[in-house]
């Protein structure tokens, strides 16, 4: 079975060298892209790949890509996709979107582990002898730095991910440990399933016996009410300027009802009678 | 020129201009002081009927308050501003003088013993210190509630319109929300519950920001 599996890698890595060597022009680096993410892509799951084929691949055309490869560009669809993940938990039920959230996670999940394969294929290569020159050592470099500044941004979108832990946990099993960590978008959280009670319900306690990162997140998320508390004395220079903003200028009138030092408050800073300014008035015309 | 001659933008112009020049300019700020004193008792005055005039302020309380927060804001920000454009450097200092009162008004309803007073056996220090922790801690809470609050309004405004009716406006009634906004009560439940899930993803990536 795994032998079987093995060949057909093979026979779609050739494939996609024949096809390379067909390409011309722009086609011609997508072709090396989807040929360097084949020989990449085992691995990352352990297993051998085509390193002959690796080691033959034109320098120039590997720096060529390189030059083409957008690292910020992949990252940010990174981002939309883990947002396009929550969108789809929390508009779960309604009768559109979700599929079109879905579709955008996925391509967005896809496209940045597929360059992480390309990325593995090309440190591999640069292991078996075959060095990039001074301009394309600069160019991988900037890529990695790129998808590295992104990743600091990875624990707070993982969790948007939980609701597809089941298939998340899949790809995570399918690639081999020490390439685990990198593809967080498989592996962060990919067990906290019951975190997804942030997003679609009540029920909170549960999800926070989880883990340390499940317990922290429950505890953030329960301040999603409304603070019970009177407006501090910033909030209410803020009030008298109409600097304050309108829900929670409301939502401080709605608390004065109730709370007498709060109303006195806001009495006090109610636009008085022109007092100070007659005063002020009659001191500026005796000096 | 003597300094009670001067009026008081021109005083200003001098504690800017020897400020400026590193000099002490505590004659300047004493005599802008000295000058603002009489109109202290107006407006603490006014500040008490607000509160229904039963709780007495001491009027030199609440001037010391006021000038160690003006002193403390920093004089950079002594012309201050208001909704309206620069104020007059009085209008501005009366200004701390109202806050500053009712900030002493609040504090005694909130905290029946006066717990600021310098000769407080340690335990009531310890327990001001712990509250002036918790009262921070609130308030930061409170900020990013208020910011979380400010994204959902700009990123999903029909959510956010049924959340300040149904929790900031206390309605918490879905058929009173469902009639206001114009939708069914099923969908009011829906806004409600999206805009809390909404609003737990901003505060926690507000707070991983933070």
């Known amino acids: ?287 | 020129m003597p300094l009670r001659h001067l009026h008081d933008e021109a005083l200003l112009a001098r504690i800017d201009r020897k400020r400026a020049e590193g000099l002490d300019v505590r004659a300047e700020v004493g005599e802008l002081l000295r000058r603002w004193r009489p109109e202290v008792g107006a407006v603490v005055g006014s500040v008490q009927r607000a509160f229904g005039g039963r709780a007495a302020l001491d009027e030199d309380d609440v001037f010391h308050d006021a000038v160690a927060r003006l002193l403390d804001r920093g004089l950079d920000q002594f012309r201050g501003t208001s909704a309206s454009g620069p104020a007059a450097p009085l209008a501005y200092f009366l200004r701390i003088v109202k806050h500053a009162a009712i900030d002493r008004l609040r504090r005694r309803r909130e905290q029946p013993a006066d717990d600021t007073a310098c000769d407080d056996p340690p335990h009531e220090v310890e327990r001001g210190l712990a509250h002036a922790r918790r009262s921070q801690e609130q308030a930061d809470a409170g900020e990013l509630y208020w910011a979380a609050f400010r994204r959902l309004e700009a990123e999903h405004p029909p959510e956010a319109a049924a959340w300040d009716l149904y929790r900031h406006q206390d309605l918490e009634d879905h058929a009173e929300c469902a009639r206001r906004l114009g939708i069914s009560v099923a969908n009011s439940y829906k806004r409600i519950s999206r805009a809390q899930a909404w609003l737990r993803a901003y505060l926690l990536e507000l707070t991983d920001e933070n």
């Open chain 1, 1 to 287: 079975m795994r032998t079987d599996r093995v060949r057909a890698v093979d026979r779609g890595q050739a494939r996609l060298r024949r096809e390379l060597e067909r390409a011309r022009g722009a086609s011609r680096f997508t072709a090396l892209g989807r040929l360097l993410v084949a020989l990449g892509k085992p691995l990352r799951e352990g297993r051998p790949t085509d390193d002959a084929m690796l080691r033959d691949l034109d320098s120039l055309d590997v720096e060529g890509w390189l030059a083409r490869v957008d690292g910020r560009a992949v990252a940010a669809e990174l981002v939309l996709a883990c947002r396009a993940a929550l969108a789809s938990s929390i508009d779960e039920g309604r009768a559109n979107g979700v599929g079109t959230h879905l579709r955008e996670t996925r391509a967005g999940l896809s496209r940045r582990d597929r360059l992480e394969s390309a990325l593995a294929a090309l440190e591999r290569r640069e292991s078996l002898g075959a060095p990039l020159s001074d301009l394309g050592r600069v160019a991988l470099r900037r890529l990695s730095k790129d998808l590295r500044t992104a990743d600091r941004a990875a624990h707070s979108l993982a969790r948007f991910l939980v609701g597809l832990n089941p298939e998340r946990r899949e790809r995570r099993d399918r690639l081999a440990p020490r390439w685990r960590a990198r593809a967080w978008w498989w592996t962060l959280r990919a067990d906290c399933d019951s975190l997804a009670i942030l997003w679609s319900g009540e029920g909170l306690a549960s999800a926070a016996e989880h883990c340390a990162d499940c317990a922290h997140d429950v505890a953030v998320a329960l301040r999603a009410t409304p603070p019970r508390r009177c407006p501090t004395a910033d909030e209410l220079w803020d009030l008298e300027d109409g600097r304050l903003p309108a829900a929670r200028l409301r939502w401080i009138e709605a608390h004065a009802r109730s709370c007498e030092a709060c109303n006195g408050a806001l009495r006090a800073l109610a636009p008085a009678p022109k007092l100070h300014d007659e005063r002020r008035s009659r001191r500026a015309g005796q000096a």
